[in-house]
């Protein structure tokens, strides 16, 4: 059986990096952290979002510190995201509603600074394969976040959702599930349509994966567990 199809980097080639931070240093740890990984490269740093992608737009992921020059970067998180980039969003500031409103906004995910080079490079190869990928920190305010607006998703709705999480392609799913990709697509829709009835939508991936841990769902500890038995399967959006 052939691999489902990639919808994220191609393989062939290393995921190219952009890092803005307005501090020098912290540029330099993380481009070190990211050069022992010979999947990464690091084609563009700055401390202004703007210069960095003109200097590199070809840049698959862009590493993004909240705060620059004393300003926090959720609104330019949302512009970023909506243009259709892989943003990445680190902070020393990890304070539950600051990592949701980072997620809500579009991020692909929200890493603190303090969880070191192992989760930064996971979070950047899972970004650039439009994977989910839930660092510690994030779990704990998404688990954490008690908010009472929560739909009813059905039991083949929940299922379809935490195997497509677990970075399986709607095809992979339906065959898992023996139904349809086409009931998979419903499932999905169904959920995201549900969010948006309580005035939570959920457009992304990474969005609706917020939602459903945030609310019990799903378990962080569940995603990225599933091995197939035939192929890798291989994530779409």
Not at 27 to 47: F, H, K, N, Q, Y
Not at 136 to 165: H, I, N, Q, Y
Request: proline letters at 8%.
């Amino acid at each position: 059986m052939d691999p489902d199809p990639v919808d994220g980097v191609p393989v062939s080639r290393p995921v190219r990096v952009a890092i803005v931070d307005d501090h020098p240093v912290v540029v330099e740890g993380i481009r070190s952290w990211l050069a022992v990984e010979p999947r990464l490269t690091v084609v563009a740093t700055g401390d202004d979002p703007d210069a960095v992608l003109r200097a590199a737009p070809e840049a698959d992921v862009l590493l993004l510190d909240l705060r620059l020059h004393g300003r926090t970067m959720v609104d330019r998180v949302a512009g970023l995201a909506a243009n259709g980039r892989r943003v990445v969003v680190y902070s020393e500031h990890t304070d539950p509603e600051t990592m949701l409103a980072v997620v809500e906004a579009g991020a692909v995910a929200f890493l603190a600074k303090h969880e070191g080079r192992e989760h930064c490079v996971a979070t950047v190869l899972a970004a650039a394969d439009d994977r989910a990928y839930v660092p510690p920190t994030l779990a704990g305010a998404l688990v954490g976040d008690a908010r009472p607006d929560r739909p009813a998703l059905s039991d083949k709705e929940r299922e379809a959702l935490l195997l497509w999480f677990q970075s399986m392609s709607k095809a992979s799913v339906a065959r898992r599930m023996r139904i349809s990709e086409h009931t998979v697509k419903q499932y999905v829709d169904r959920a995201r349509i549900k969010y948006s009835r309580v005035g939570r939508p959920a457009a992304t991936k990474a969005a609706l994966l917020a939602r459903a841990i945030e609310d019990g769902l799903v378990r962080p500890e569940e995603i990225g567990t599933y091995q197939s038995y035939a192929a890798p399967d291989r994530p779409t959006p």
